[in-house]
């Protein structure tokens, strides 16, 4: 069982690139997540998805766009990359929406804006 | 706004001592919580969670203690190994049409020496 996929684990932009950070998962959760987590800080919420064709912002979503057209799939799209979004992030899913157990996170994408 | 954060960012203890890390949120409506494990290059890993409507739960050698009045979260772990130094999170989800939108803290870094 995969769990949780993202690719690809690393990459480096120049400002103003954009990219498309891939989100699978194979546990046919409804609620998916996208996350980002900066050096020495906690995860910030960037969008998040209730189910298929449902998405909604989080705490940090300027500058990035996401989609749910399959239950599997969480693309995250990033649009005129700045410094500000070098980061880590983490894609996450959960059966239940965390109210009754919790996020399966991915392994992370280590993106580097220069 | 609200959040949640921890008291202390780093911990080292002996091997075989008991690790307590603590966590305070300020969410009053918050009425889930979760610890994370987050192991260096690695996505967090859920260790263990509780409602707000118990103060007490445990696992395997964890338990998570939660003082609603003080609005304070903390993990024990008992007798710590090496294999327990990682990053540790609280998470916090406000309830109601949150989603299982969490609320991360800063973490604290667990050192565990042999």
């Not at chain 1, 959960?94 to 009754?100: A, D």
Request: aromatic fraction near 10%; charge should be neutral.
């Amino acid at each position: 069982n995969a769990g949780v996929t993202q690719t690809p684990k690393f990459r480096i932009l120049k400002i103003g690139q954009s990219m498309t950070l891939q989100c699978t998962q194979d546990m046919n959760h409804n609620y998916m997540y996208w996350y980002r987590q900066d050096p020495g800080m906690g995860l910030k919420l960037i969008y998040y998805s209730v189910g298929a064709g449902i998405t909604d912002k989080g705490e940090v979503p300027n500058g990035y766009n996401v989609s749910r057209s399959t239950t599997e799939d969480f693309p995250l799209r990033l649009e005129l990359a700045a410094p500000s979004q070098t980061s880590v992030y983490f894609c996450a899913s959960s059966r239940s929406g965390g109210r009754t157990g919790e996020l399966f996170f991915g392994e992370g994408s280590r993106l580097t804006v220069l | 706004g609200e959040s949640v954060g921890l008291h202390l960012p780093t911990l080292s203890v002996q091997e075989g001592d008991n690790s307590i890390i603590n966590c305070a949120y300020s969410n009053s409506a918050s009425d889930y919580f979760i610890w994370y494990k987050q192991e260096s290059g690695k996505g967090p890993q859920f260790i263990i969670d509780i409602r707000s409507n118990m103060d007490k739960r445990q696992g395997q050698r964890v338990t998570v203690l939660l003082n609603k009045t003080v609005k304070h979260l903390s993990l024990q772990i008992a007798a710590t190994q090496p294999g327990d130094s990682a990053v540790y999170f609280c998470a916090e989800n406000a309830g109601g049409t949150s989603y299982g939108k969490l609320t991360f803290g800063q973490g604290t870094i667990l050192t565990v020496h042999p």
